[in-house]
């Protein structure tokens, strides 16, 4: 029997489990002792999803074993990964792995060089870190390297774990973050979502700076969509200050493409206030904008009159795209 053979019989009993969950917690334990990174992956997923708390000791061990030679014994980092998403579902509260994971680096081979596989790892012990017995002071202190990560993937997920901490020490972190920038724009738009997430008026304030005319285009259209899903009125506010300012053609449509994301009602009034002052492409967007939003029952009816009201052969076809139900 090949060895790829073997391995997906190895892994179908563990599916097996879910079906038999009162033996399953012997026979994880046993599983995650096994040699094979890949297979200890799908062992400790089915721990979590099965929350068998008892096994924690077990996730921790076969933790330290894959930091040995790692490379040969864990590639990709699969059975780390796994075993970290697994402590935070089981919400453990002991640091010691995820500190081990924060600090992790795995270079490997990839072809023209080597690659660090260890980012997504470093990113789930950040987040997982958050609900350690830790004070908030010590829990950022270990957060504070991940956003200046190499690693992109590292960066937003311990933006996403600031945020998830709601520590307002945490905001001054993400504002020297996004004042100092980075590479890529997505993960400004982490940074500027986490701040909001905070729920400080001050930095709803703070996030709108990067709305305004001289910003990289790209962060401005980040900033446009992290106010959006802000529950803040504040927040809707600036978006409408700026839709009267200078805005390019390009962020006008992210602005209204994205207020069709946002919680508040009033979005859906301010859009449908739009539609009724404006036409041609920037009425389409708004159509298109509308048909997307959660409020589109509600609004469905007046799209429909101030529609019939502008006569526009191009608008009753987005319509048609938009609110298909109501042909």
């Not at 599983?31 to 799908?42: M, P, T």
């Not at 690659?115 to 987040?127: E, M, N, Q, V, Y």
């Given at each position: 029997m090949s060895g790829k053979v073997a391995l997906d019989k190895k892994i179908e009993a563990l599916r097996a489990?879910?079906?038999?969950?009162?033996?399953?917690?012997?026979?994880?334990?046993?599983?995650?002792?096994?040699?094979?990174?890949?297979?200890?992956?799908?062992?400790?997923?089915?721990?979590?999803e099965l929350h068998l708390t008892a096994l924690v000791p077990d996730l921790e061990s076969a933790f330290e074993r894959f930091l040995k030679d790692p490379v040969k014994t864990d590639p990709q980092c699969w059975a780390k990964i796994a075993i970290a998403k697994a402590l935070h579902g089981l919400e453990h509260k002991d640091?010691?792995?995820?500190?081990?994971?924060?600090?992790?680096v795995q270079r490997e081979p990839v072809w023209g060089g080597d690659?660090?596989?260890?980012?997504?790892?470093?990113?789930?012990?950040?987040?997982g870190l958050v609900q350690c017995r830790l004070t908030d002071l010590e829990i950022l202190g270990h957060l504070t390297a991940g956003l200046a990560d190499a690693e992109k993937i590292v960066r937003l997920d311990?933006?996403?774990?600031?945020?998830?901490?709601?520590?307002?020490?945490?905001?001054?972190?993400?504002?020297?973050?996004?004042?100092?920038?980075?590479?890529?724009?997505?993960?400004?738009?982490?940074?500027?979502?986490?701040?909001?997430?905070l729920g400080s008026p001050t930095?709803?304030?703070?996030?709108?700076?990067?709305?305004?005319?001289?910003?990289?285009?790209?962060?401005?259209?980040?900033?446009?969509?992290?106010?959006?899903?802000?529950?803040?009125e504040s927040a809707l506010e600036v978006l409408q200050t700026a839709w009267r300012g200078r805005l390019s053609h390009i962020l006008r449509r992210a602005l209204i493409l994205s207020l069709a994301g946002s919680p508040l009602p009033a979005s859906a009034d301010f859009l449908l206030s739009v539609l009724k002052e404006e036409s041609g492409e920037t009425a389409e967007w708004v159509i298109e904008g509308l048909g997307l939003s959660r409020f589109?029952?509600?609004?469905?009816?007046?799209?429909?009159?101030?529609?019939?009201?502008?006569?526009?052969?191009?608008?009753?076809?987005?319509?048609?795209?938009?609110?298909?139900?109501?042909?």
């Open positions: 489990l879910r079906d038999s969950p009162e033996s399953a917690e012997k026979d994880l334990r046993r599983a995650l002792q096994d040699r094979n990174g890949f297979f200890v992956s799908k062992a400790a997923a089915l721990v979590g640091p010691r792995v995820f500190l081990l994971g924060l600090s992790h690659a660090d596989t260890a980012g997504p790892l470093r990113g789930a012990c950040a987040i311990t933006a996403s774990a600031i945020a998830a901490l709601g520590s307002e020490t945490g905001a001054l972190l993400l504002r020297l973050k996004t004042l100092l920038g980075d590479r890529e724009p997505d993960v400004m738009g982490q940074c500027f979502v986490a701040l909001l997430d930095d709803v304030r703070f996030v709108a700076r990067f709305v305004s005319p001289g910003q990289d285009e790209d962060i401005q259209s980040e900033a446009i969509a992290a106010l959006a899903q802000a529950k803040a589109r029952g509600r609004v469905e009816a007046q799209v429909r009159l101030l529609v019939d009201q502008q006569d526009e052969p191009k608008l009753r076809q987005a319509f048609s795209r938009h609110f298909p139900a109501s042909l």
